[in-house]
């Protein structure tokens, strides 16, 4: 099912032509300390080992993208200082040397 479709009672609009999309939100059960408490101690997840138990997670997705990226010949750039060049400019080469087309 798509997104569009999943929560068109919530939409307000939907832009039909961009080359990025910022998707802000929460999860109710998680977005405060006791719930994120709540969700850890429910999977037997002991606070202390939040952090490992994150970064196999956090691991686990930089791997699928980066996969993905491999194969359909595409390079992931990590930008370090956010603000040592427009990013508009960067996508704008990146278009110029790709193309503009949707998808990967």
Request: aromatic share 10%.
């Amino acid at each position: 099912m798509l997104l569009t479709e999943r929560y068109k009672d919530k939409i307000k609009g939907v832009l039909s032509c961009y080359d990025r999309i910022v998707m802000h939100g929460n999860i109710p059960d998680l977005c405060f300390d006791g719930g994120m408490t709540s969700y850890l101690y429910k999977n037997n997840i002991k606070i202390f080992d939040y952090p490992e138990w994150a970064n196999r997670h956090r691991e686990e997705l930089r791997e699928h993208a980066e996969r993905i990226a491999h194969d359909n010949g595409l390079e992931i750039e990590f930008i370090r200082k956010i603000d040592s060049f427009r990013k508009d400019d960067r996508i704008q080469a990146i278009i110029e040397s790709r193309g503009d087309h949707p998808g990967l």
